[in-house]
């Protein structure tokens, strides 16, 4: 984010809704309309998630923030407000209040730096936001979304973690109907790209799960941590798409861990817990299982729900006395209970020794022995030996091993790492408008993918002469 021009950052959220609006087709269509301005991109437009655990957010509790330079933040503020109320205008949705944000200046503050990573893991409220925001000389407008948005502002600073999101979106008159996203070719895409892509398919299921099911203008979002090579799933799109933006994000690089602020187990924050089990796992109703901690905060439950497969599994086969970490968003819980950790993610520290009964040794021939018979003590099967001795207690193996355990990809929570990836902090390649949206049916920057090169890059075909 060099340059002489200071950046203008505009954040929306809540513009979102399960009748057919998207925070991030709005932000696609604000981009151009600031492009078209004459503003430069300041980066790559930012896919900000937020707190998955918070209640009122509309699935994936996501803020957009686009960079400028070269536009005065008055005139940003005053077309992003403009098109917000153009956008949500037709709808009418309880509980929706979009919310528009405008920063001039660098965005890490210290206060929103901290707005930001109290937001990845607890419950900010509007006063406060505000309250930054005023300090900030910031310019808002808006109910509810104004949270998110200002949370969102100060995200993906140097050194943060990223990856990057090509999404597609719906021409208009086909919002509401079925999509045409051809699982095969998009398992062909997959197979032809680098290990660098994930949480695209459920392959237990053999579900597309980038193309999402709902009546909003999503077409298929495809992610990853090699922007050039997400333009080949394009193959799979068998509906010309309205337009395409390459975000830039947090998402899936537990930003909530790494970042958040540490946070107590109370309704709606995400935290993170180490603790022993207590007791045998409960497997519940639904293949559900609920695992008692003793932690540092007093006893929790750690609850394993099936959509979470294998994590449920793999609780199931926790014992007594095992050393465990576990993140998740806690949920209400009936007064003087535990609070209720839903789990996203497992990491098995140190596993207790496990020990079960067996048959002595024989002392004559060193072979194990067997029961002669209730009351009969025990018989040697080599030698004929007999004792009336007690069962022994031997070490028995585990069918677990210490690591990293999360749900299968595909079913990963927006900010949730998938265990094999490595984070990165690389600057992405300076962003040319070409390089960022495509109004066309090809994605921006649209060309074979290029072999090798640097996995952290933003897409690098030829550069064209114009924008």
């Not at 008055?74 to 205008?89: D, H, N, Q, T």
């Not at 944000?101 to 929103?112: A, D, M, S």
């Not at 830039?248 to 690089?253: A, F, L, P």
């Not at 030996?385 to 091993?401: G, Y």
Request: glycine share 10%.
């Amino acid at each position: 984010m060099g340059g002489g021009e200071r950046v203008v950052s505009v954040a929306v959220d809540d513009l979102d809704s399960p009748w057919g609006g998207c925070s991030t087709h709005f932000s696609g269509l604000l981009l151009k309309r600031l492009l078209d301005l004459g503003a430069e991109p300041a980066d790559y437009p930012l896919l900000v998630r937020l707190n998955p655990g918070i209640p009122w957010k509309t699935r994936g509790n996501a803020a957009i923030v686009i960079r400028v330079r070269g536009l005065d933040p008055k005139l940003v503020f005053e077309e992003a407000v403009s098109l917000a109320l153009e956008y949500a205008g037709w709808r009418s949705e309880a509980g929706k209040a979009p919310g528009v944000v405008v920063h001039e200046g660098i965005p890490w503050t210290p206060r929103l730096r901290l707005l930001y990573r109290l937001s990845l893991t607890s419950v900010t409220t509007i006063d406060v936001a505000e309250r930054i925001l005023g300090k900030e000389g910031a310019l808002w407008w808006g109910g509810r979304g104004v949270i998110g948005a200002s949370s969102a502002i100060a995200a993906l600073a140097p050194g943060d973690d990223y990856t990057w999101e090509l999404i597609a979106y719906r021409r208009p008159e086909l919002w509401g109907t079925d999509r045409c996203v051809d699982l095969e070719k998009a398992l062909l895409a997959e197979a032809r790209s680098p290990p660098c892509v994930f949480n695209n398919f459920d392959l237990w299921k053999g579900e597309l799960t980038a193309a999402p099911s709902g009546p909003d203008p999503v077409l298929a979002g495809f992610r990853g941590d090699c922007p050039e090579h997400l333009n080949i799933y394009s193959i799979a799109l068998c509906e010309e798409p309205h337009f395409w933006v390459l975000y830039r994000s947090n998402q899936h690089t537990d930003a909530h861990v790494r970042l958040g602020i540490e946070a107590p187990p109370r309704p709606y924050n995400y935290v993170s817990i180490e603790g022993t089990v207590t007791g045998r796992p409960e497997v519940l109703p639904g293949s559900h299982v609920r695992v008692y901690l003793a932690t540092s905060w007093g006893r929790v439950q750690a609850l394993f729900f099936s959509e979470s497969y294998p994590l449920n599994r793999v609780a199931a086969k926790l014992l007594e006395g095992d050393l465990v970490l576990v993140h998740g968003s806690v949920r209400p819980s009936d007064p003087g209970s535990p609070p209720v950790v839903a789990v996203d993610k497992l990491v098995v520290r140190r596993l207790a020794r496990s020990y079960t009964a067996a048959a002595p040794i024989c002392p004559r021939c060193g072979r194990r022995m067997k029961s002669a018979g209730r009351g009969k003590g025990y018989k040697c099967p080599r030698c004929g030996f007999r004792a009336m001795a007690k069962p022994v207690m031997v070490e028995a193996p585990r069918d677990l091993v210490p690591g990293v355990y999360t749900p299968r990809e595909g079913r990963l929570r927006h900010l949730t790492s998938p265990p094999s990836r490595r984070p990165q902090s690389g600057p992405p390649a300076p962003p040319r408008p070409h390089l960022i949206a495509s109004w066309n049916s090809k994605p921006p920057g649209y060309d074979p993918p290029v072999s090798g090169g640097d996995r952290r890059q933003g897409p690098h075909p030829p550069f064209s002469s114009g924008g």
